[in-house]
Structure formats: C-alpha cells, structure tokens
C-alpha cells in the first residue's frame, strides 16, 4: 500500500494565489464556523459523500480535491473515503486547519465555540466521576461504568476513532443553525 498524498498548508496556499482549488474541511459545522481556511467549503466528515462533493466542484475537473480538517487525521479518513469511491486525487492537508492558523494564511472567522476534543474530554470525565461516586455511594457494580468509559477511550486511542466524538458531534449545539457552514 502507498502512501496517501499530502502538502504542506504553505504549498497549498501558493496554488490558491495561483488559481482556484478544491478545499473541502471535513470538521463538524461549529468547528468550521469558529475557523476555517479562507478557500475550504464545509462537507463534515460523519456525511461526507464523495460523489456529491466531486458533483459541487469548484475548481477545474482536472484538478486534485484538497481535504484539511483540525489537525489531519480526518483529513486522512475523507481522503481514503474519496479513494474508496473510485476518486484518486485526492490531497490532505499536513497540520489541518491548525497549521494553517499557525502559518499566518487567511482565515474566516466566525463564532468560537468549545472544540469537539475538549467537549469529549468533558463528557468522559463526567461519566468516570459519576461512576466512581456512584460505584462508592451506592454499589461497587457502579465501577463498571468507570472501566466501560476507560476501554472506550483507550479503544479511540488505538484506533484513532472516538464513538464518543461522533455521538457529541452530532448534538443540537453542534449543528450550524444558519445554513452558512455546509455545502
């Protein structure tokens, strides 16, 4: 197996000075409205559909689709969700949206809200400090709850996948209201 195509955000921001391309940042809507590369269109990757985004192109047929998302592994899950559908030139971005920011690129930015990440971080540690209260105060049972959370999150670590992410992910606050997020 080969290894799937990235650039750099600095190589991806000489080829939009020097034309148009397809950036699609596959991040949940909120986190696209709080930042995004100026030239991405929003497609989250929970949804994505290769050949709806090949069928809203906004660069020329010929070119290379780019994906980006916060930090790139999304991106490297759109790219081969691309591949898998028969699209091969398809271009992650090394360091997503993050590397972007870094970099000083044109960015649009929107309403801030909490990331996807630390709304896990959250929840999880909700969950294990209820179990513990519960598996002390009630019934040591409860404890199952602790070791439940824990293999799921070492299971997102190994798989880099969070069930957890995707289910908050989907929740209302999650969801861009105004329609201006999506394609």
């Not at 019934?139 to 959370?149: D, E, L, N, R």
């Not at 670590?157 to 969801?175: E, F, S, V």
Request: charged residues 15%; neutral net charge; aromatic residues 4%.
């Amino acid at each position: 197996m080969t290894a799937s195509p990235i650039i750099s955000v600095d190589e991806l921001a000489h080829r939009t000075r020097q034309g148009s391309v397809d950036l699609i940042d596959v991040r949940t809507p909120m986190e696209f409205r709080g930042v995004h590369a100026a030239p991405a269109r929003n497609m989250p990757l929970d949804g994505l559909d290769p050949q709806a985004a090949i069928a809203a192109r906004t660069a020329a047929a010929e070119e290379p689709v780019y994906v980006i998302c916060k930090a790139g592994s999304r991106g490297a899950k759109a790219q081969q969700k691309f591949i898998d559908a028969g699209f091969t030139d398809v271009i992650n971005i090394d360091g997503g949206t993050d590397a972007w920011v870094a970099a000083g690129l044109p960015v649009v930015r929107g309403k801030q809200t909490m990331s996807l990440e630390r709304q896990v971080r959250i929840a999880a540690g909700s969950i294990v400090l209820v179990g513990a209260l519960l598996a002390l105060l009630v019934h040591p049972a409860f404890a199952g709850v602790c070791a439940f959370v824990g293999a799921g999150l070492m299971f997102a670590g190994i798989t880099d996948t969070c069930a957890m992410g995707m289910l908050i992910a989907r929740m209302p606050w999650n969801q861009s209201t105004d329609g201006s997020c999506s394609t």
